[in-house]
């Protein structure tokens, strides 16, 4: 399949790249600096663009032919500011999509936007770093995950990942769940990018996580 991934030159970008590329498909990364991707992936089947979200109408052109969209994107905005990235970056998204009629859309959300009494984030998330730190950045991704489900023409799927971890991809199995968390999960609260991006590749082709905010977690195999 022929794929466009933004936010390619982040941790988890670079993951789908390189295992989409693996995977065998056609890979066009849409970044702010080619130089960098070139650095992180120097794949000479990856193709990139030079994209800038203040102008929108840039954007467009490079979908033309694709037939699905992943977004890794993320921000670094300070704690104090007002964060609106997630759901500015997917308008634009989703308006380019339009343009070249493209229906499927993969991204990366995240859990615990909202606290679950029963099964609450970990103490210093949830006293610590969400009044402090990403308060601001789960608010406005918890908005671009209700614009995307007002979007009835786009079939998206929202990949909640719980804490980042670096390390290899592995073979450990995937608990899914709709919602905020993976409430059956043994303990685990973590996951390493690269079994995100394992996961994110692939719902493409599946219908069980269309229209959907699916929250995903990897357990050691019984």
């Known amino acids: 399949m022929k794929l466009a991934v933004f936010g390619a030159t982040g941790p988890t970008g670079v993951e789908v790249v390189k295992q989409a590329l693996a995977l065998g498909h056609d890979v066009t990364a849409l970044v702010r600096n080619p130089d960098k991707m070139k650095d992180l992936v120097p794949d000479k ?3 990139m663009e030079k994209i800038d979200f203040s102008s929108p109408g840039s954007i467009e052109p490079h979908l033309q032919d694709k037939d699905i969209v992943l977004s890794c994107l993320g921000s670094r905005s300070a704690p104090w500011s007002t964060v609106t990235f997630y759901t500015d ?9 339009r343009k070249n009629n ?13 606290d679950d009494p029963s099964d609450p984030p970990p103490f210093i998330l ?32 929202a990949v909640k990942a719980p804490h980042l ?12 769940e709709e919602g905020e968390q993976v409430h059956d999960r043994e303990g ?3 996951m390493c990018r690269a079994d995100v991006a394992r996961f994110m590749l692939s719902t493409m082709s599946s219908e069980e996580w269309v229209k959907k905010c699916v929250a995903v977690i990897a357990v050691p195999k019984k």
């Open 45 to 47: 089947d990856l193709q």
């Open 89 to 97: 970056s997917m308008k634009v998204i989703v308006a380019a999509m």
């Open 102 to 114: 493209i229906k499927r859309l993969v991204c990366v959300s995240s859990w615990y936007l909202t």
């Open 126 to 157: 949830r006293w610590v770093f969400k009044p402090l730190v990403t308060g601001r950045i789960f608010k406005n991704v918890a908005e671009m995950e209700q614009y995307l489900q007002g979007c009835t023409d786009i079939d998206f799927t």
């Open 165 to 176: 971890l670096s390390g290899p991809v592995t073979d450990m199995e995937f608990r899914t």
């Open 188 to 190: 685990v609260r973590g």
